[in-house]
């Protein structure tokens, strides 16, 4: 089974820049898509950050005058590109982040789906 077909979550190609931080060290980056998730960056220069450790990740929202701050786990890299694992995000950042997401799908009946299946117990916990 293919990583798109297991997908529970549609993803939105969406550009927006971006920093991640980690401890002292910050990259600059930019968001290539996102789902309420996760998401997928590229970064000017490679991570050298450790992938143990969480990451704080705020995108600036570009015409909306907000942004989405949001703690993940780097969960693959290739090349500058990391895929980041949504582990909390406060409730403002959540509620831009379902407006993104409803204003690019256009399906009520499938955000309805990709929310319930964010806050459903993962199976096997």
Request: glycine fraction near 8%; charge should be negative; charged fraction near 30%.
């Amino acid at each position: 089974m293919t990583a798109d077909n297991r997908r529970k979550f549609t993803r939105i190609v969406f550009s927006a820049p971006g920093e991640m931080r980690q401890g002292m060290k910050k990259w600059q980056c930019s968001l290539l898509d996102i789902s309420l998730k996760g998401v997928l960056i590229e970064c000017d220069t490679p991570f050298d950050g450790d992938r143990q450790q969480s990451i704080l990740l705020v995108l600036t929202l570009p015409g909306m005058g907000n942004s989405i701050m949001l703690e993940g786990e780097v969960c693959h890299t290739e090349h500058e590109q990391l895929g980041i694992k949504i582990k909390m995000i406060d409730i403002d950042s959540a509620s831009r982040l379902r407006r993104l997401v409803e204003l690019n799908v256009g399906d009520d009946s499938l955000l309805k789906r990709e929310l319930d299946a964010l806050v459903a117990p993962e199976k096997g916990t």
